[in-house]
Each structure stands twice: as structure tokens, then as C-alpha cells.
């Protein structure tokens, strides 16, 4: 079946505006995580969903930084006013529960602020 | 919270030769261990995993320890190929659906 997917594959903003990141997980998946990965780095934990319950927000570096889901579907993280250390890519995960089973990756969006 | 080290950063080896990637964590409670594969502009992609309860597990050329009591955990691949070439990411959890804690990553590079 289909993979967890997100859009878009590619953004470069300005300093300052806002951006918003989706993310599609696989059918059926009620956790779902988004990480961010600097360049030749390893990957940052920032946020993650498990069905109705309330977000682990603990991974978020700043308040500029915020996500939500809808239902056990898709997600939106937003940057605002976005910052040039911002640049990253940020990946979506989901697992079929949040205590078991794989994490699968999406292919990440690549963000980058001038 | 979670801290988890990865060594080495970067690793070269011949095709043929086997190739150990080594990870410690710092969090007693954390009981799962997955190792991810991420080839350049590439999702990760879960390569073996293993849980606390279990101190080694292998799949064909691929094998993961676990010493509990050390808090460490390493990767093992056998027979290298060049197609292993690639990053190599270790990471922790409390359970395996909570979030990822991951090493740095190790690049294995595999010369023919």
C-alpha cells in the first residue's frame, strides 16, 4: 500500500514569513511524529500525535514552531517567521501505535530559509 | 532525557569485510533499539531492530547486540557490498512506538 507521503518535497522561503509543512500518514497508522534533520546531521525529535490524545510537544524548539492533526489523518507542521537555522528537512514518521510497532519515514520536506 | 552516541562517525571498509557500527544511550528505561538506513537524499528506512528482552538478533548479513547492563548496542554487517554504502543511524525509546531518540549517524562507506 501507499507510504507515509509529504508536501511539498521542496520549499525555500524568505526569512520571516510563515511556512506549512503536510504530512500523509500510512491508512490506518494513529501515531505519527515529525523529527527534523539538519544537514549531515542525525534526526531531531520535535513532535508526536497518538490518536485523540494530547501531542508530546516536548521536541518543538520554539514557539514559532506548532503542528495538528486531524483525527488519526493528516498532519500540518507551521514555522513562523521563519529563521535561516530553520533550514532542514523535516520528516514525517508513523507507526501503527504508539508503543509498538515500526516507525516508516516519509520522504521529508526540505526546507530552506534565505 | 535520552542521549544517545554514535561511533564511529564515519567508516570505510572493503567489500567483503564486515563492518561494526557502536551506539550507547543513557536512559535505563529505554527497551527499544531500531537501527535505520538512510542512502543520500533518501527516506530512513528501518533496517533491524531489537528489544530489551533480547540480547542479540540477526537477519541474513545484518546482526544487532544488546548488553543492557553496559547500555550499549551495536550493528554488525557481514560480507559488505558496495550497495551497503550508506548512513547508518542508531536510535532509543521507551517503547517502540514512542519517540526516537538517534545517534549522529555513521557513514559506512564500502570500497569495491
Known amino acids: 500500500g501507499a507510504g507515509v507521503s509529504q508536501s511539498p518535497s521542496n520549499k525555500v522561503t524568505e526569512k520571516g514569513k510563515d511556512v506549512e509543512l503536510r504530512c500523509d500518514p500510512i491508512s490506518g497508522h494513529t501515531a505519527l511524529y515529525w523529527y527534523r534533520q539538519r544537514l549531515g546531521q542525525g534526526l531531531e525529535f520535535l513532535i508526536y500525535?497518538?490518536?485523540?490524545?494530547?501531542?508530546?510537544k516536548s521536541g518543538l524548539p520554539s514557539d514559532r514552531f506548532s503542528a495538528e492533526r486531524t483525527g488519526e489523518s493528516v498532519s500540518t507542521l507551521t514555522i513562523q517567521r521563519t529563521q535561516q537555522e530553520d533550514s532542514a528537512v523535516y520528516l514525517c514518521?508513523?507507526?501503527?501505535?504508539?508503543?509498538?510497532?515500526?516507525?516508516?519515514f516519509g520522504p521529508g520536506t526540505r526546507l530552506l530559509v534565505l | 532525557g535520552e542521549n544517545v552516541e554514535q561511533h564511529p562517525s564515519t567508516l570505510s571498509v572493503q567489500e567483503g569485510d564486515s563492518a561494526v557500527i557502536k551506539c550507547t544511550y543513557s536512559?535505563?528505561?529505554?527497551?527499544?533499539f531500531p537501527w535505520y538506513k538512510q542512502e543520500l537524499g533518501k527516506r530512513p528506512q528501518l533496517i533491524i531492530d531489537?528489544?530489551?528482552?533480547?540480547g542479540e538478533k540477526k537477519d541474513q548479513r545484518i546482526a544487532v547486540t544488546l548488553n543492557k547492563t553496559a547500555k550499549h548496542f551495536s550493528l554488525h554487517i557481514t560480507e559488505t557490498q558496495p550497495e551497503d554504502s550508506a548512513v547508518y543511524f542508531c536510535?532509543?525509546?521507551?517503547?517502540?512506538?514512542?519517540?526516537?531518540?538517534f545517534g549522529g549517524g555513521t557513514r559506512l562507506m564500502v570500497k569495491p
Open positions: 536510535a532509543a525509546s521507551t517503547n517502540a512506538g514512542n519517540m526516537l531518540t
Open positions: 531489537i528489544r530489551s528482552n533480547v
Open positions: 536512559d535505563s528505561a529505554s527497551n527499544y
Open positions: 500525535f497518538q490518536g485523540n490524545s494530547a501531542p508530546d
Open positions: 514518521a508513523s507507526s501503527p501505535h504508539a508503543g509498538r510497532g515500526t516507525q516508516y
